[in-house]
């Protein structure tokens, strides 16, 4: 994180969103993970959380949309 923390500083970013990101064959970045990195600088992230469903017709896993 604090190499992320550096490169925003050198480009100029003050805040920048993180996102949790699924791979059919799980969670690559899990809303957990993004939870922490959110904890350890408040100021400098924000995140976005996903809430996955496993899709019967193709045994992967989908995002659920929220309405």
């Given at each position: 994180?604090?190499?992320t923390l550096r490169e925003m500083d050198a480009?100029?970013?003050?805040l920048a969103l993180m996102s949790a990101w699924h791979?059919?064959?799980g969670p690559l970045i899990g809303n957990e993970?993004?939870?922490?990195?959110v904890d350890r600088a408040p100021?400098?992230?924000r995140g976005?959380?996903?809430r996955w469903q496993i899709s019967s017709a193709h045994g992967a896993a989908a995002p659920t949309?929220?309405?």
């Amino acid at each position: 994180m604090d190499a992320t923390l550096r490169e925003m500083d050198a480009a100029g970013v003050d805040l920048a969103l993180m996102s949790a990101w699924h791979a059919p064959s799980g969670p690559l970045i899990g809303n957990e993970d993004v939870a922490a990195l959110v904890d350890r600088a408040p100021d400098r992230f924000r995140g976005l959380s996903i809430r996955w469903q496993i899709s019967s017709a193709h045994g992967a896993a989908a995002p659920t949309p929220r309405r």
